[in-house]
C-alpha cells in the first residue's frame, strides 16, 4: 500500500461524503504548504483519533490548504493488547518514551510520582502541557500509520494509579528484587483481543520498597526484563515491545 504525507485533522470527525472540502490550517497546513510544498492534485492522508480519509489537495494558501476528500482510510491495525504504561518520568526522556510507546501502538500513558522521581508536571501549566503531549501523540501517528493517538493523562499518585487500573486483565511491575519471571511467561495464553494490560516501569534508581509494594498488593506481578539493570526510557519501550508482540 502506498504511503502518503498524513496531516492530523480534527475536523474529519464530522466529514461522512466522499467529495467533502477539509480546511487544513495551523502546524498542519503550514507543514504541507511551506514545509514539504505540496501541490494541488497532491494525494494525502488525514487522520485524527479515530478515523482517516485520503484526500487531495485542490489549493494550497501561504499557511493552510484545502483538502478534498476521496476514500475512507482505517490505517494500521492497533496491536490485540490493549497496554497502559505507568511510568515514574524523568528529565529529559519522557517526551521520547512517549512517542516510542505510541508508535508501537500503547494506548495510555500514566506519569505517577515516586521517590525517585525526576519530574513534577504539577508545577507546569496544564494547558500547555495538555497541549506538548497531543502534537507528541500527532508525531507519532503520522510516523507509524495508525489512526489511533496515545493518551497521555495527569501526573497522579500510584495508588490513584492503581485505583484507575483495578478492573484490568493483566497488571505487571517491572522489578529486580526476587526471584521474578520473565515478563513473556507472565503473560497470559489466552486470546488477548479486547483484553487490558498495564506495565509499572519506575525512575533509574528503580522503584522504592514501599512503591513496589503499593503496586503488588494492587495485584500488579513483579517481573523481569531481558538484560541487566535498563535505564527506564529503554525499559518502558523493550516492555511494551514483549507485551504487545507476543
Known amino acids: 500500500m502506498a504511503r502518503f504525507n498524513r496531516f492530523y485533522s480534527s475536523e474529519i470527525l464530522a466529514a461522512r461524503n466522499v467529495g467533502e472540502l477539509i480546511e487544513l490550517s495551523g502546524d498542519e497546513g503550514h507543514h504541507l504548504a511551506r514545509v514539504l510544498r505540496l501541490n494541488v492534485g497532491d494525494t494525502i492522508e488525514l487522520f485524527d483519533a479515530n478515523t482517516g480519509w485520503v484526500g487531495e489537495v485542490v489549493s494550497v494558501g501561504r499557511n493552510d490548504a484545502v483538502i478534498r476528500l476521496k476514500a475512507p482510510e482505517l490505517g494500521l491495525p492497533l496491536p490485540a493488547r490493549n497496554l497502559t504504561m505507568i511510568i515514574a518520568p524523568q528529565k529529559g526522556d519522557f517526551d521520547e518514551i512517549v ?108 522503584w522504592a520498597e514501599d512503591e513496589a509494594m503499593q503496586f503488588i498488593q494492587a495485584g500488579f506481578a513483579p517481573v523481569q526484563l531481558p538484560g541487566g539493570v535498563l535505564r527506564s526510557g529503554t525499559a518502558a519501550v523493550a516492555a511494551a515491545s514483549i507485551v504487545l508482540s507476543s
Not at 507509524?144 to 497488571?171: P, W, Y
Open 99 to 206: 512517542v516510542r510507546l505510541a508508535e508501537l501502538g500503547v494506548r495510555r500513558v500514566i506519569p505517577v510520582y515516586s521517590r525517585y522521581c525526576e519530574v513534577d508536571f504539577s508545577k507546569r501549566e496544564s494547558t500547555k502541557l495538555a497541549e506538548r503531549f497531543q502534537k507528541l501523540a500527532i508525531r507519532a501517528a503520522k510516523q507509524c500509520g495508525i489512526n489511533h493517538m496515545i493518551d497521555v493523562e495527569q501526573q497522579v499518585s500510584i495508588e490513584a494509579a492503581c485505583r484507575l487500573l483495578d478492573r484490568f486483565t493483566a497488571k505487571f511491575i517491572c522489578d529486580l528484587r526476587g526471584q521474578v519471571k520473565p515478563i513473556a511467561q507472565a503473560l497470559p495464553a489466552e486470546d488477548p483481543h479486547g483484553k487490558r494490560f498495564a506495565m509499572a516501569i519506575g525512575p533509574e534508581g528503580g
